[in-house]
Nanobody, 126 residues
Framework: QVQLVESGGGLVQAGGSLRLSCEAS????????MGWFRQAPGKEREQVSV????????RYADSVKGRFTISRDNAKSTLYLTMNNLEPADSAVYYC???????????????????WGQGTQVTVSS
């Protein structure tokens, strides 16, 4: 079965940086568009960023544009999210997700992602 394991979260001061990683197994990683989502207490899960299977397209939420960068290493079956200039509003549990079907486009909808990691907590102090 598909396993997605996130790492790299933690506590950081505002203005700091973190790099999240997501190691994938149980799927042909290079065929799947991947996304990062986050969920803060009392809020809906939202997409932070998505990258197509071939890395040709990447999309970002308006709130993180210019600060976050998504990337992938298909040889290592690993997805990354580099987060710079972090703000307290970025505090949330961050989830890695794979689309349900291969060769997908850069959709932003939760329903299009069928496999999820367990999440990693990011906390940004002011």
């Amino acid at each position: 079965q598909v396993q997605l394991v996130e790492s790299g979260g933690g506590l950081v001061q505002a203005g700091g940086s973190l790099r999240l990683s997501c190691e994938a197994s149980g799927l042909t990683f290079s065929r799947y568009t991947m996304g990062w989502f986050r969920q803060a207490p009392g809020k809906e899960r939202e997409q932070v960023s998505v990258i197509t299977w071939d890395s040709r397209r990447a999309r970002y939420a308006d709130s993180v544009k210019g600060r976050f960068t998504i990337s992938r290493d298909n040889a290592k079956s690993t997805l990354y999210l580099t987060m710079n200039n972090l703000e307290p509003a970025d505090s949330a549990v961050y989830y890695c997700a794979a689309q349900t079907y291969p060769w997908g486009v850069d959709t932003r909808y939760v329903r299009d992602f069928g496999s999820w990691g367990q999440g990693t907590q990011v906390t940004v102090s002011s």
